[in-house]
């Protein structure tokens, strides 16, 4: 089955500078990337996904890269605010057959003001 | 408005007591999921169904049990609690791959 790692654990940025969130996946039959975000004492919320067909999508100051080839996509926060300290999960499913999704262990990002 | 609900939020039981989590859902979606997570670590998928009389086991191993016999409720069942069920379970249903999550469900056994 599918398996999802994601790095790092933690993460902390000065306010204004940029964040970065790394994951892999080991079944070429995903084909589907979410990324969600929880904050404290929150339920986890779809912030930004990406298809296999693309390899790039951006709204506003958060984006998505996919490399197929590599089997790596990661998020990218720009111009980080107090307000984007939560825990991040990426994720991996195939919308073929079980459809299950795939979390990444989370990364705490912590942004310093 | 739709949402996906789960009840309680906060649950304190003793050892051996039989107790029913609660997930309804008003969004129409087919298929709906428990995940269990302690605070701010990761999702671990313990059941899904993907309709009315469907159920599956998910990859985390868990005690508890599932049903599916209305679209819109998929309730979990713990026979016996133990303390190493503590942890907060959470219940979400899902519409062209994103998954919309309920509040959760916090569950201390003593």
């Known amino acids: 089955g599918e398996n999802v790692e994601q790095h790092p654990s933690t993460l902390s940025v000065q306010e204004g500078d940029s964040a970065v969130i790394k994951c892999t996946y080991s079944d070429s039959a995903s084909n589907y990337f979410p990324w969600y975000k929880q904050e404290l004492g929150k339920r986890p919320q779809l912030i930004i996904d990406?298809?296999?067909?693309?390899g790039e999508k951006k709204d506003q100051r958060i984006a998505v890269t996919l490399n197929k080839t590599a089997k790596h996509f990661s998020l990218h926060i720009t111009e980080t605010q107090p307000e984007d300290s939560a825990v991040y999960f990426c994720a991996a499913s195939s919308t073929q057959g079980a459809q299950k999704l795939v979390f990444g262990q989370g990364t705490r990002l912590t942004i310093n003001p | 408005e739709a949402d996906i609900y789960q009840t309680p939020r906060y649950l304190v039981i003793g050892t051996g007591k039989k107790i029913t989590l609660e997930c309804s859902q008003t969004?129409?979606?087919?298929?709906m999921y428990w995940y269990q997570q302690d605070p701010g670590m990761e999702l671990h998928l313990i059941h899904y169904s993907y309709g009315v009389n469907s159920t599956e086991k998910g990859d985390l191993s868990s005690e508890s049990t599932v049903s599916r016999i209305r679209t819109e409720h998929f309730p979990l069942t713990l026979e016996s609690a133990r303390p190493s069920h503590t942890s907060q379970y959470l219940c979400?249903?899902?519409?062209?791959?994103?998954?919309?999550f309920g509040e959760g469900s916090r569950l201390t056994v003593l």
């Open positions: 969004m129409g979606h087919d298929k």
């Open positions: 979400a249903s899902s519409w062209l791959g994103e998954l919309f």
């Open positions: 990406i298809r296999s067909n693309v």
